[in-house]
């Protein structure tokens, strides 16, 4: 009953999605305003119902609809009932289109008495996305098909999913995802109705793609904590080919934040910010494909239907090669009336801009080319982490380099002089923190001392630029407040997180200690002036699972107890399979990290202990970035405010 | 209720006989002499496990995965060099076992592309440079 509605819904969605394509093509302002308010609303309000039809079949658990029969079962906790809604393909295509429906009423949102050709031209591609999502869903993967005769319950789902961290990834990536279609729509509109004159475009677009970023960012970031934890052997970044479907978009992403405001203050870049935005989406969506199309196979996967694939990249085609076609015919009118000097921040953010381009290029060659080996030749071969870590991060250092001093030279002209008498002090402490950070670790790995002294570089440049600024704020010398650059807070907070995640990754992957070995009750083992002792090994249940659980004490050289470390291994019957739950112990310096083998009374069991410096700072680093990311949103909707004035 | 019970019960006992959860390397793989293992770590750290997604033989918890590990040792404390086992591995398994691809004809695009891209890039550095000295005098 329930469950047809939530179909119902959906052919509506597509509907009202229709509607507001075909209102653009008439010339009534007034009732294009109508139309399109009556379409967005409906639009919202019918994804809406359909995805909590979606939901409350799985709350119930009513396993007549073949999606909950597959991916649910009674035992279930109900927060995993509900995550598991996006936890498969069906249902995250449909959380996609109301993220979809979502962004597409905050676009509405915007019309005022000036932009009224803008945002409808807007909406109207918005509404063509929607509907190309919109027939995905209903033709190739409905979440509302039924199953005869009923099922008595659920074949339940993948445990390793099941979890607090994986239940929010996936709608924070799609706000990502689906944040880059407003940018994608607002390019389109912008050179569609080209007078750039009156109407500030980049204004508009300009929070959506901050949205976008912050949100993948954070999206990210939860999907590697998850990882961390959940895997098993403390690693948090694996280069696998779905982890890089959601990091080119980033990518481009970041670099589109940075080029956005280069429109903003300086009118430069233009056409530049135009085909980033068109692309940073088309890469969405292929990361969609690539994931959702079954065409890799990896970790994350876990869908596998040809024709899915077939369609989305049907659907590519026509975005791609219809916004490439307007770029082409149209971008003309967006020439830059400014160049740009290489010694200036305009400068320097388009040198990044095109190293995240080149990283990304690169990522994703990396990730498409043992598709393309294969279909070719029919020889298989793997890209893997050797690969991306020598492309990658020999283009990441000079772009990090770069990064640190932007917020030192202002906009327009500088020389090489003034630069390097700006950040003269700034290498002094570089210099001072990384010394004394070796030090401490003493350690002599080249990576090591890179990632110290890029992770030194861009706090120390902002501790100058913080002084530089309450120089200004406390005296009084006027001419010194036209030569300091301005930057706003989100800015320095965004740069201070990527510090801090240089700082976690350079210290996890460096100076990790690993032990592996064979404890018996009582044994002891040593871990980096930690000692550790198996205590006691007893069965616990849990409400789906099974579970043996190790119970281990750790002391510090000064023989106080530190924390008590219990490690799990499960059992889930319904699905038959096993997960192992680490256990960690995290301070600011470093976790510990417990995992549980297999074994027996009589010959012990496998422990491996971890000793992982530093990787805290990666998740402080990323939420830092995100809380960046969340004021510059909210100051640049002021700003959009104020345009409706 | 008590039904639950019980097969949680019974459940609990085939756990303590069922759960394979060996994570990557055993104690007992581990070589006496450390440089040898970590020289034999660093290779399987290059090595695909062939029924995994994605892991290394180093990371997986296959079963395959695990002779790999201990033919690599093996062939280790034979002092047998670096090219010789990915060798005996590549003719066995194909390049597919590579987590890193060797540089071929096949590979050349892959190797050298990404040089490529930097090239393009730092062209339209130079050149959007020159475009400013222009303008400016």
Same mark, same amino acid.
């Given at each position: ?37 009556? &379409? ?48 498969? +393909? ?28 803008? *945002? ?27 199953i005869?005769?009923?099922?008595t319950?659920?074949?339940g ?17 799609? #706000?990502?995802?689906?944040g ?28 959506? @793609?901050?949205?976008?970023w ?15 934890y ?19 978009p ?48 990896? @970790? ?37 009336? !400014?160049y ?17 381009? @080149?990283v990304?290029?690169? @990522? ?12 070719? &030749? !029919?020889?298989?071969i793997?890209?893997?982490e ?10 990441? #250092? ?16 500088? &020389? ?18 990384t010394?004394? *950070? ?13 990632? *110290? ?26 001419? #010194? ?10 800015m320095?907070?965004? +740069? ?32 980096? !002036? ?47 399979? &096993?997960?192992?739950?680490?256990? *960690? ?31 805290v ?24 405010k104020?345009?409706?004035? | ?23 990557s390397?055993?104690p $007992? ?7 040898q293992?970590?020289?034999?770590r660093?290779?399987?750290k ?13 990371d ?9 590990? $201990? ?24 390049d ?11 590979t ?30």
């Amino acid at each position: 009953m329930i469950a047809n509605l939530g179909n119902f819904s959906l052919w509506l969605a597509l509907f009202f999605a229709a509607l507001q394509f075909g209102v653009s093509y008439r010339k009534n302002n007034k009732s294009t305003l109508y139309l399109n308010k009556i &379409s967005v609303y409906s639009l919202l309000l019918f994804t809406l119902l359909s995805f909590l039809s979606l939901m409350y079949c799985y709350i119930v658990s009513d396993f007549s609809v073949s999606n909950v029969y597959l991916n649910s079962h009674t035992t279930k906790p109900l927060v995993y009932k509900i995550s598991a809604v996006w936890g498969n +393909h069906e249902g995250s295509m449909l959380l996609w289109i109301l993220v979809l429906s979502i962004f597409n009423y905050f676009i509405f949102k915007l019309y005022n008495k000036n932009n009224i050709i803008l *945002i409808t031209k807007t909406l109207e591609t918005q509404a063509f996305v929607t509907i190309g999502f919109l027939l995905f869903t209903v033709l190739t993967s409905n979440p509302f098909e039924k199953i005869i005769p009923t099922p008595t319950n659920g074949l339940g789902f993948n445990p390793v999913l099941q979890d607090p961290a994986l239940a929010i990834h996936p709608p924070l990536l799609y #706000i990502g995802y689906v944040g880059f279609s407003a940018a994608f729509s607002f390019s389109i509109s912008a050179m569609s109705v080209g007078n750039i004159e009156k109407v500030p475009w980049y204004n508009y677009m300009k929070p959506f @793609v901050l949205a976008a970023w912050t949100f993948l960012t954070i999206g990210i970031a939860f999907g590697s904590i998850w990882a961390y934890y959940e895997l098993g052997w403390g690693g948090w970044w694996f280069w696998d080919p779905v982890e890089n479907a959601s990091f080119m978009p980033w990518l481009l992403g970041t670099a589109l934040v940075h080029s956005l405001v280069t429109v903003e203050k300086k009118k430069v870049l233009q056409k530049w910010v135009l085909l980033l935005a068109i692309l940073a989406f088309l890469l969405s969506v292929i990361g969609t494909f690539l994931v959702r199309s079954g065409i890799l196979t990896s @970790v994350h996967t876990f869908a596998l239907d040809p024709t899915r694939g077939i369609y989305i990249l049907i659907f590519i085609a026509i975005l791609g090669g219809y916004s490439l076609l307007i770029f082409a015919k149209n971008s003309k009118k967006f020439f830059d009336k !400014n160049y740009i000097s290489f010694m200036s921040r305009e400068g320097s953010i388009l040198v990044n801009n095109i190293l995240m381009i @080149v990283v990304c290029a690169s @990522v994703f060659l990396g990730t498409i080319y043992p598709l393309i080996i294969e279909a070719l &030749s !029919n020889n298989k071969i793997s890209v893997g982490e050797p690969y991306y870590n020598s492309t990658v991060i020999p283009i990441i #250092i000079p772009a990090i380099l770069i990064m640190g001093i932007v917020p030192l030279i202002s906009w327009q002209k500088t &020389s090489l002089i003034t630069i390097l008498k700006k950040t003269f002090p700034s290498i002094m402490l570089t210099f001072a923190i990384t010394v004394t *950070i070796l030090w401490i670790y003493r350690s002599q790995s080249v990576l090591g001392f890179i990632g *110290i002294i890029l992770s030194g570089w861009i706090i120390s440049n902002i501790v100058f630029t913080l002084f530089e600024q309450s120089k200004i704020k406390y005296g009084k010398n006027k001419f #010194i407040k036209n030569s300091v650059p301005k930057f706003t807070k989100s800015m320095i907070l965004a +740069h201070i997180g990527v510090a801090l995640l240089i700082l976690g990754i350079t210290g996890s992957s460096v100076w990790q200690k690993e032990k592996i070995t064979r404890m018996k009750i009582n044994d002891e083992t040593i871990i980096h !002036n930690y000692k550790v002792i198996f205590k006691e090994i007893k069965e616990v249940v849990g409400k789906n699972y099974v579970a043996i659980q190790g119970n281990f004490w750790i002391y510090n050289e000064k023989n106080n107890i530190i924390t008590k470390l219990k490690p799990e291994n499960r059992f889930y019957p319904i699905t038959n399979n &096993s997960t192992s739950e680490a256990s *960690i112990h995290t301070n600011i310096l470093r976790d510990l990290y417990i995992v549980l083998g297999n074994g027996n009374e009589q010959d012990g069991w496998i422990v491996r202990v971890y000793y992982n410096p530093l990787v805290v700072w990666i998740w402080i680093g990323a939420f830092v970035i995100f809380l960046g990311g969340i004021f510059s949103i909210n100051s640049n909707l002021k700003i959009v405010k104020r345009l409706s004035l | 209720m008590k039904k639950n019970l019980i097969t949680t019960f019974i459940f609990a006992i085939i756990i303590k006989f069922t759960i394979v959860n060996s994570y990557s390397v055993e104690p $007992e793989e581990i070589l006496q002499n450390p440089q040898q293992e970590i020289r034999a770590r660093n290779i399987s750290k290059n090595i695909r496990c062939l029924v995994c997604q994605n892991q290394s033989i180093d990371d997986s918890s296959a079963p395959l995965a695990k002779d790999l590990r $201990e033919l690599i040792r093996i062939k280790v404390q034979k002092n047998d060099s670096d090219e010789e086992i990915y060798k005996f591995l590549t003719d066995r398994y194909g390049d597919f076992i590579l987590l890193k691809p060797p540089l071929k004809i096949s590979t050349f695009l892959l190797w050298c592309l990404p040089f490529v891209f930097f090239v393009i890039g730092i062209t339209i550095i130079v050149q959007q440079n020159k475009k400013s000295k222009k303008y400016i005098s």
